[in-house]
């Protein structure tokens, strides 16, 4: 990740590591890009896909100019994480450094090494300006749960025997995969990957909650917005999988239950952010 030189934006350096990510934090006319240049949630994003993608490290260049302000942020990103941080200090270390550092199991090196592990490399294409419009998939058809009448309605994770429900997509929507990839905020991306492979509407991404996605980002419970004696499992296709996980690990991020919705402002003003990071990314909706 190379920090973006001379900004004082709070929450530049969680960008800079987006984009190191392949993400692209789009602006709509709404103003729903807006949560990027906040904080809080640009670092819960940040949080959300490092876990999901399995990355193991990050290579911060010119750390050196960094403020500590910054430089604590990088390091509650490995602690929260457990990324292997390496920062690349161009000068001598500070006694600022050395302070920050006392008590961090770490050592200094002259040679750059690669840390070890089995993370993923991303290798997102940026999106294109001209890029073509792109149909929504057919609907994975999903499986009926059963359920007893008044008894609660259990999510996802519950029901091991519904491991392989339905037949998944193909994976061959590779166009479609790379574009969803490039959507900056775990929810934005997993609540459009949702509707595009189940064909649900807004009235069901909202009853969808943090237990109704697998962990494994495998499969996803849709609610019937009547009656939950109609819900349904959605064996997702295998390039859903990490986009539907970072959902999980933001929701796990924040300080609602599990059993709270998962896409509460996504829902909002009948999906209107939904329709907005469709539309830019050319993919249209189903109806």
Not at 158 to 170: D, E, H, I, M, N
Not at 213 to 240: E, F, M, N, Q, S
Not at 243 to 253: F, Y
Request: proline fraction near 10%; glycine fraction near 6%; charge should be positive.
């Amino acid at each position: 990740m190379d920090p973006t030189p001379a900004t004082t934006a709070p929450a530049a350096l969680a960008q800079d590591v987006l984009h190191a990510l392949g993400k692209t934090c789009f602006g709509t006319p709404a103003g729903n890009g807006a949560w990027a240049d906040s904080l809080t949630p640009a670092w819960m994003a940040v949080r959300a896909w490092i876990l999901a993608l399995h990355i193991s490290g990050l290579t911060v260049t010119r750390a050196h100019r960094l403020t500590e302000h910054r430089l604590r942020q990088l390091l509650h990103l490995r602690e929260h994480t457990g990324i292997h941080l390496t920062l690349l200090w161009h000068t001598r270390p500070t006694p600022t450094l050395r302070q920050l550092l006392a008590g961090i199991d770490h050592h200094t090196t002259r040679t750059l090494t690669t840390p070890t592990g089995t993370g993923t490399t991303t290798d997102r294409r940026p999106p294109r300006m001209s890029f073509p419009w792109l149909d929504p998939p057919q609907s994975l058809p999903g499986l009926a749960v059963p359920r007893a009448r008044r008894s609660p309605c259990q999510g996802v994770e519950p029901l091991p025997r519904l491991a392989r429900p339905g037949t998944p997509a193909s994976d061959g929507h590779a166009e479609l995969a790379d574009r969803l990839h490039t959507l900056a905020h775990p929810l934005h991306a997993a609540a459009l990957t949702t509707t595009l492979l189940t064909g649900a509407g807004p009235a069901r991404l909202a009853l969808i909650r943090g237990t109704d996605v697998h962990p494994d980002g495998t499969h996803v419970k849709v609610h019937d917005p009547h009656t939950h004696h109609r819900c349904r499992i959605h064996a997702l296709p295998a390039w859903a999988h990490t986009l539907i996980t970072a959902a999980h690990h933001h929701h796990q991020d924040t300080s609602r239950p599990p059993t709270s919705a998962l896409y509460p402002l996504i829902t909002a003003r009948d999906a209107a952010t939904l329709t907005e990071h469709a539309t830019s990314i050319h993919i249209r909706l189903p109806h």
